[in-house]
């Protein structure tokens, strides 16, 4: 007898779930989509035990007629592809056919379904892929799924899943992700006791924003929207008899970026508040997020992250989406030019934007983890790592965002003690007013630093209109206040030039007046600022400013050192250095840029090797060569630049504020050190009680 056997249906389905459903974020991911596909509304997600219990998903959708709902249950049964070309463009969130019958079979299920031209709807019942019941059913257009007894009869399986909390946190971070994306629908998730969120349908990315992080975060950000054209190779055309409700009209030979990026003091210590999406689809892509690292690149510091939501609009069949089973990755056709669009993009919008950093805010601005109240390893991603299980590579971190249960200890929500310095200032520690959410979905509780939290509360599960529209009026007024306060607080750094000198606190920092308030620069790293800047334009143009030294500076390395340095050697040099191999472990300096010499021109070089090294940059990629140059030049600019303990006459501060004006990014030293902080005048009549 042979060995090799067909598998049955049913161990086919499972071990297609083992790909698809791994925990309950799973099945809300697929149904959650599902529901988007079918162009429901409003959406409606109840949990109960982390997803373990129950999950129910109620949409308005297009709903199904009794044959289709059979169907649905089929594997590799899909109402949004016919032939193979139409994986070349797809345009909708599922499509594999497969979500369905994998969860049937490792769950109970309930559907009940309706499609607006019938008089009566389907009821279908399965457990652990075995029909059960099929009868008719009352009720509107639309569809309920109930999946209950997640992984019954696999219970290897469900021993992988975690705390109830944990496993509600992927849910509710999930859900959040979608309401993002889709302002312009209605999503409620319910728990057994109390609703999670909330999100009345609105207009603006800007108030979904609002009514999920609040308006202290929402004032921390800054919109980005461009376009470019792609560059086409014959591909064909997107299928016309399929297109996403909501697909934008527009050139179907261009790409749109649009979304809201973080202002340089507004750090975190990982990828955790890094949103994206692709044709509205949520991803985890490497590619745009090393693109949103390099716009960042000398403007934060580089084991710092900012908070970026992004998405990413462009023709189906310029992204392949079929390359993951849980599709959470996907791939671009042009991988470079999607990469350079999106670094350029919010590089520029960096640079126009040119925020300053508010005095109290800067204080504490240091990176922090991300304020979710959810377990710190948790992933919103299905097939994520949990808790305690380390990311497989360190440009995979999760995303996480969003509460869990606010009523475990494990998630109370407590203010921050101020720090030394802070609680010596006016104002400093104290907690805003509470943040009225449209919804009446919690309150964002943010001291002197800008941190944001979702803190979801009970809220009246109501979904009338009049509660809408007041909600609606609220977002909308809190909106426009936070848009004046903003306005008022903080200055754009194009003032920089008519500041005038004041004086030197401690010989360290220039204390300058202008129109918007008080200014404190630091001397140093806005001095390196301006060689940076300067360096990079001398570099461009070949045209570096460099000095011989009297006698050849000998600098001793380790072997592995001098390896690195044979694939530096050629960009060193264009950078102003001569540098030469003395012997198997000695190099010999006989020429450096201007302003390096003796000790600081040793160090300039053990620098340069030993991040080379550990970043492991030393390829022929663009963007490797990119990010060797600019930290050349940072290591250049910090070695040179005006020291702290150094006296400056009026002449020569006011000389450093021209030229820091001059700049394209005068926010923040190559290494992400804040250049300029503001005491607005708004700030200091709240010191003297004047408003």
């Not at 009523?407 to 109370?412: G, L, N, S």
């Given at each position: 007898?042979?060995?090799?056997?067909?598998?049955?249906?049913?161990?086919?389905?499972?071990?297609?779930?083992?790909?698809?459903?791994?925990?309950?974020?799973?099945?809300?991911?697929?149904?959650?989509?599902?529901?988007?596909?079918?162009?429901?509304?409003?959406?409606?997600?109840?949990?109960?035990?982390?997803?373990?219990?129950?999950?129910?998903?109620?949409?308005?959708?297009?709903?199904?007629?009794?044959?289709?709902?059979?169907?649905?249950?089929?594997?590799?049964?899909?109402?949004?592809?016919?032939?193979?070309?139409?994986?070349?463009?797809?345009?909708?969130?599922?499509?594999?056919?497969?979500?369905?019958?994998?969860?049937?079979?490792?769950a109970r299920v309930t559907l009940e379904t309706a499609a607006g031209e019938d008089h009566s709807g389907t009821r279908i019942e399965i457990a652990g892929g075995k029909m059960m019941r099929v009868e008719d059913a009352a009720r509107p257009r639309g569809t309920t799924i109930a999946v209950s007894d997640l992984f019954f009869n696999t219970p290897a399986r469900r021993k992988f899943l975690r705390a109830e909390s944990t496993e509600l946190a992927l849910v509710t971070a999930l859900v959040t992700h979608y309401a993002l994306v889709h302002p312009e629908k209605h999503f409620e998730l319910l728990s057994a006791t109390h609703t999670i969120l909330a999100t009345p349908p609105v207009t603006r990315t800007a108030e979904r924003i609002y009514q999920i992080f609040g308006k202290s975060t929402l004032a921390q950000l800054l919109p980005v929207a461009a376009e470019s054209r792609l560059e086409h190779a014959g591909l064909p055309e997107p299928p016309p008899w399929k297109k996403a409700p909501d697909e934008p009209e527009g050139d179907p030979g261009s790409f749109h970026l649009s979304g809201f990026y973080?202002?340089?003091?507004?750090?975190?210590?990982?990828?955790?508040?890094?949103?994206?999406?692709?044709?509205?689809?949520?991803?985890?892509?490497?590619?745009?997020?090393?693109?949103?690292?390099?716009?960042?690149?000398?403007?934060?510091?580089?084991?710092?992250?900012?908070?970026?939501?992004?998405f990413l609009e462009?023709?189906?069949?310029?992204?392949?989406?079929?390359?993951?089973?849980?599709?959470?990755?996907?791939?671009?056709?042009?991988?470079?030019?999607?990469?350079?669009?999106?670094?350029?993009?919010?590089?520029?919008?960096?640079?126009?934007?040119?925020?300053?950093?508010?005095?109290?805010?800067?204080i504490d601005a240091q990176p922090t983890a991300n304020p979710s109240l959810v377990t710190p390893a948790?992933?919103?991603?299905?097939?994520?790592?949990?808790?305690?299980?380390?990311?497989?590579?360190?440009?995979?971190?999760?995303?996480?965002?969003?509460?869990?249960?606010?009523?475990?200890?494990?998630?109370?929500?407590?203010?921050?003690?101020?720090?030394?310095?802070?609680?010596?200032?006016?104002?400093a520690g104290q907690a805003p007013d509470a943040d009225l959410r449209a919804g009446g979905v919690g309150t964002s509780l943010i001291g002197a630093a800008v941190e944001?939290?979702?803190?979801?509360?009970?809220?009246?599960?109501?979904?009338?209109?009049?509660?809408?529209?007041?909600?609606?009026?609220?977002?909308?007024?809190?909106?426009?206040?936070a848009r004046v306060e903003a306005e008022q607080a903080s200055a754009n750094l194009n003032s920089l030039g008519s500041l005038k000198p004041l004086g030197q606190l401690r010989e360290s920092f220039?204390?300058?007046?202008?129109?918007?308030?008080?200014w404190i620069i630091d001397q140093h790293v806005a001095h390196e600022r301006v060689l940076f800047e300067k360096i990079l334009r001398e570099r461009q143009v070949?045209?570096?400013?460099?000095?011989?030294?009297?006698?050849?500076?000998?600098?001793?390395?380790?072997?592995?050192?001098?390896?690195?340095?044979?694939r530096l050697a050629e960009e060193l040099e264009r950078n102003g250095f001569e540098v030469e191999p003395f012997g198997p472990k000695t190099l010999a300096v006989k020429a450096a840029p201007v302003g390096l010499e003796g000790a600081a021109l040793e160090r300039l070089l053990a620098e340069v090797i030993e991040q080379t090294a550990a970043d492991g940059q030393a390829s022929d990629r663009k963007e490797d060569l990119f990010a060797l140059r600019t930290r050349i030049a940072a290591s250049i600019a910090c070695h040179s630049a005006i020291k702290v303990n150094t006296p400056l006459d009026p002449a020569r501060m006011e000389w450093l504020l021209l030229e820091l004006a001059r700049t394209s990014h005068p926010t923040s030293c190559p290494h992400g050190r804040p250049i300029a902080l503001l005491y607005s005048w708004n700030m200091i009549q709240r010191a003297f009680q004047r408003v």
């Open positions: 007898m042979g060995r090799i056997r067909i598998l049955p249906d049913q161990v086919a389905n499972q071990i297609a779930a083992g790909e698809v459903v791994d925990r309950p974020a799973s099945v809300v991911k697929e149904l959650l989509e599902n529901a988007l596909d079918a162009g429901a509304s409003r959406i409606r997600v109840e949990v109960e035990a982390g997803g373990r219990r129950l999950i129910r998903i109620d949409d308005d959708g297009c709903g199904m007629s009794r044959d289709d709902a059979l169907l649905a249950f089929e594997r590799h049964a899909t109402s949004k592809l016919r032939t193979a070309n139409d994986l070349l463009a797809i345009s909708t969130l599922g499509f594999r056919g497969e979500a369905l019958p994998s969860i049937a079979s490792v973080s202002k340089p003091e507004l750090q975190k210590l990982n990828r955790n508040s890094i949103y994206i999406f692709v044709n509205k689809r949520l991803i985890r892509d490497r590619l745009l997020l090393h693109a949103i690292t390099e716009a960042y690149r000398n403007v934060i510091p580089p084991t710092s992250f900012p908070v970026v939501l992004l462009l023709p189906p069949q310029e992204v392949d989406v079929n390359v993951h089973p849980a599709k959470t990755e996907v791939r671009f056709r042009q991988q470079s030019l999607i990469h350079d669009f999106v670094r350029d993009s919010l590089r520029t919008a960096l640079i126009k934007a040119r925020p300053a950093a508010e005095f109290l805010a800067a948790a992933s919103p991603l299905p097939g994520e790592p949990g808790p305690g299980v380390p990311p497989p590579l360190p440009d995979s971190e999760p995303l996480v965002l969003g509460s869990a249960h606010p009523e475990d200890d494990a998630f109370r929500l407590t203010s921050r003690p101020p720090t030394p310095i802070a609680s010596k200032l006016p104002f944001a939290v979702f803190h979801p509360l009970p809220v009246n599960g109501s979904c009338s209109s009049n509660a809408d529209n007041a909600a609606a009026y609220g977002v909308n007024r809190a909106l426009e206040t220039i204390l300058a007046t202008g129109e918007e308030g008080l070949e045209q570096v400013q460099k000095q011989r030294l009297l006698m050849p500076l000998l600098v001793d390395l380790r072997p592995d050192q001098m390896v690195v340095f044979a």
